[in-house]
């Protein structure tokens, strides 16, 4: 963090009164307009990914823009909640809709220099703002009592702490390797020289991290996020009990959940370069579809995955996120093995 | 060749020993023979990378050597000497078991591989400056993975692959320190690893025919009669 601070100060030092005050003020536009990305376009990039995994499979698929009528059918309805459920079970939609919020405010999503509120916390405190939304969720399923909620819960939990310890390694090797976790920092370590970028340590990072992306939004090898067979489910049967507006808010935040983490994949590990650079309004817009653009390739990506994986064995998710685990760990001691 | 192409070059060949290393760990923990071979391949592939990028950093005809008989002998020959002499293994048979299971023995092959780190430093150190990248220790570790799969696996076919491995290991780690070894030591050490397929394959073939299976982790006691 101190590095971050002195950023800050030097900043602040460079600039004077009032063009300083005017370039805070913009800050927070950036930061605002950054969550005002995040909430727009997660909904899409959902919509995009189903129709273009129908379309692998031959198939005509909805309309890229269904996630937006479904989400706005959905505040349209009637809420029902159950008697015997607690405040949490109120209380979790907002806490899932909001985590992902907050971290767009950490994290560089438009611009390669750190906005307003982003000196709250790096990765890891971005890791664990989005792990406060799943716990919240994990809580709330075991609240109504409905018999699959619990099943869902356990094995949402199950994935998430074998997915723990890679989290914690690829953190631990990011700070080993670029010096900071601070994602402003991290992004510049890997273009500057280009030759960084083909360094094994980033290469296998960027492995380690996509199966962590994988089993994190359940996706095809650990969980189908298409599927509706309750006995089956791991991430879906955490909103089952859900109607109306909790529901559009738990499926809103699921998916700003996976924008949030494939803006810290791809803006901060894999492609580094889009992103605004000075404080002009005309770049921080540019930024836009160019981010948009990266993500389109990544959802390529993953539904080609989708498309020629099966959903693994629940006992099998281990051995997956082993293999998560040895490509983290393979990426820290290459590192060493350089020096 | 500019200080920044080479700092590329160097780059990329520790791309390819880390993708190598990664292999090794997958060549322990697969499931499928077929797979295993695949992953053997795939490593022989980046180990002939490796040997073409250290040739083209130290301007040595004879690393490209080393690059094209990797080329043709360990990702051709080998899968076709194979299909030749033992497909019924490798194509029909899906699953195939181990005496530890996946993830312990995945965290023997991480222990390993850290111990590795401890004999190839000073080893790599010992070369003297025009030694670059991390070749030595991750060569070490492919060798001691390759050893940890003939250990855990209890089936023929992925017993000769980890055997084909640590030679690769010991190929990786051999190529940074000898930049000039002479052509003919490196055909002979490719001819030999043919040489150790076909007769593995052969043997496997026959055990296969003999006793009915080529789980040969359980042909480890002398019984009479009919099994």
Known sequence: MGIFYAFFRDEARKKNGTRRQRQVSERILYNLLQVLVVMAFAPL??????????????????????????????????????????????????????????????????TSYPLFFAFMGDMLGGGFVLALGGFFATLAAVDTANPYGPIGASRTRMVGFLAEPVFMIVFFTVSFVAGSTIPYIVQQKWVTPIANFFAPSHVLLVLAFLMLILAEGGRIPVDNPSGHFELAMIDESKSLEYSGRGFALMKWGGQMKFFVLLCIYLNVLVTPWGLAKDQAFAGVLLAIPLVLFKIFCFVLVLVLIESSLSKLRLFRITEFLGAAFVTSVVAMIAQLFLA | MSEAAKQLVVNLNALAAGLFLLTSFGIVAMRQARGCLQLFIAQSLLLAASAALLGLRFDSGHLYGVALVNLISKPIIVPWLLRKVASAELYTRREIDQVLNIPTALSIALGLAIGAYFLGVPLARAVGPEYVGPNVPIGIAGLLLGALTLTV??????????????????????????????????????????????????????????????????LARLREGPR
């Open chain 1, 45 to 110: 990039v959902s919509g995009v990914t189903s129709r273009l995994k129908e379309m692998l499979q031959s198939k005509r698929g909805p309309s890229i823009f269904q996630p937006y009528r479904d989400l706005w059918k959905l505040f349209h309805k009637d809420e029902i909640v159950s008697e015997d459920s607690s405040w949490i079970f109120r209380f979790t939609p907002y806490m899932v809709f909001v985590a992902p919020i907050f971290v767009t405010l950490l994290i560089p999503v438009l």
């Open chain 2, 153 to 218: 696996r209890r089936e023929a076919l992925p017993l000769l692959i980890g055997l084909l491995a640590m030679e690769n290991g010991a190929f990786l780690a051999g190529i940074s320190i000898a930049h000039d070894l002479s052509m003919l030591v490196e055909l002979a050490i490719a001819t030999d690893g043919l040489i150790i397929v076909f007769i593995v394959g052969v043997l496997v073939r026959a055990v296969a025919k003999q006793v009915g299976t080529t789980a040969v982790g359980e």
